[in-house]
């Protein structure tokens, strides 16, 4: 954990702040309490500004969640850590309630909080966190357009694991924008952007250009090796996306099985003709489909239903929670049923730690994603490990040039 972080606790109990405080500064953060709304509404009007807080959901006689809105409003780039004695599903719904508003939630802690489980929170946090110098800069979008034009804007790849193995099988790709003076521009500043202005289909292209490039690299050391790629449901309207796509293909000389399409399904998949016209006929031609993000949507099973899919990724915030909620890991379990019934490929996102590779695989998941497995690399690393690692070799989680990871990907 580096060091000159600021943490801020705030719960009005003066022992439980003591002990959360002590342990936030033994693993190197610079720490301040609050105890009450009033005081936490006062640093943040003074301007105080904070990389973590830790937040008790009860506060006396004062309502805790009253405190999201502010952080959302003052410090929205914060990483919230949530506590309390309340049962999980009350965690659970105020986990989703601080998403919901915005802020990235690292967790949630059963108090009296431990400070031991504590500081394992806080190490295992920067992947809510961005890149050592990446900005939320405002994106004008012909900034996008001369980003896409000029080749700043490229496809890192995560890598995807076999379940059954341990060995990498293919990698996602994810847009990253680095801008000439070296800063980097996060992907939830940009896509949208691109996906509200109609650039999305030129940074789609961009990023399958490349990542089609790559993975012709990639095969002919490691042929099984796959390569996805995530499409915006908004393209599912674009009749020419399919010919746009094969034409690609056979650019690059990968076969269509060896490229796997994620539609983001928290965006919402259209249910029209044209979309199911799309995506049938992507299927015809051997390209893989998988639903993104699935149970976050209102329409996933429909989807699996009526689109011809055969994969399904199981969307982490469910595996994230499923280590110490119960009722996650049933949904977890419930979903790689599911998806096996259904015949598809079933991917299980945001695996952490050994404990999460052993729950989705107990579960029945096919492949495993996330930081256990490795972050996003740069493709010239990626494909050099690649080159080095076998099936049933060691995982790709120790790479020096990897990055934390961010939640948009293109």
């Known amino acids: ?25 033994r693993a ?67 986990q989703r309630l601080a ?4 802020l990235l ?31 939320t800069l405002s994106v004008a979008p012909e900034k996008i357009r001369l980003a896409i034009a000029e080749g700043q ?68 050391t490691r042929p099984e090796c796959w390569v996805a790629v995530n499409v915006s449901p908004l393209l599912l309207t674009d009749r020419g996306l399919t010919d746009r796509i094969e034409q690609k293909l056979q650019d690059h000389g990968v076969p269509p099985g060896a490229l796997v399409l994620e539609i983001t399904e928290s965006n919402g998949i259209p249910d029209t003709a044209c979309a199911t016209e799309i995506l049938t006929r992507l299927r015809i031609r051997g390209v893989n489909l998988s639903v993104d993000d699935f149970g976050t949507g209102h329409s996933s099973l429909l989807s699996l239903v009526r689109m011809p899919f055969n994969e399904m990724k199981i969307d982490q915030a469910f595996v994230r929670e499923a280590v110490t909620n119960r009722d996650a890991r049933k949904v977890v379990r419930a979903s790689a049923s599911l998806g096996r019934e259904l015949g598809l490929n079933v991917v299980a996102e945001g695996v952490e730690t050994e404990v999460m590779a052993q729950l989705v695989e107990e579960a ?14 740069p493709p010239e690393t990626f494909e050099a490990h690649l ?20 939640e948009t990907a293109t």
């Open 153 to 220: 804007i490229k496809p890192w790849f995560q890598p995807k694991t076999s379940l059954a193995t341990g060995g990498v099988i293919g990698g996602e790709a994810l847009a990253r924008w680095v801008r000439p003076d070296g800063r980097s521009v996060a992907p939830s500043a940009f896509i949208p952007v691109a996906e509200q202005s109609g650039m999305i289909g030129a940074l789609t292209d961009t990023i399958l250009d490349q990542s089609l490039m790559a993975c012709a690299h990639w095969r002919k």
């Open 99 to 102: 998403t919901s508003c915005g």
């Open 28 to 94: 190197g953060f610079q720490v301040t309490g609050a105890a009450s709304i009033a005081e936490t509404r006062a640093l943040f009007e003074k301007g105080d500004r904070f990389d973590f807080i830790v937040l008790d959901l009860a506060l006396g006689s004062e309502d805790g969640l009253e405190i999201l809105p502010l952080i959302a409003r003052f410090n929205s780039t914060a990483v919230v850590v949530l506590a309390s004695g309340f049962d999980g599903r009350i965690l659970a719904a105020s």
């Open 105 to 135: 939630v690292a967790g949630v802690l059963r108090k009296p909080v431990l400070p031991t489980a504590l500081q394992r929170l806080l190490r295992q946090a920067p992947f809510v966190r961005m890149a050592a110098g990446e900005t």
């Open 364 to 377: 029945g998941c096919h492949v495993g994603q996330g930081w256990l497995y490795g972050r996003a690399l």
């Open 1 to 25: 954990m580096p060091t000159g972080q600021h943490l801020l606790v705030i719960d009005d109990q003066r022992l439980d702040r003591a002990i959360a405080s002590h342990a936030a500064t």
């Open 387 to 406: 080159r080095e690692a076998y099936l049933g070799e060691p995982r790709l989680n120790e790479v020096a040039a990897a990055e934390p990871e961010t």
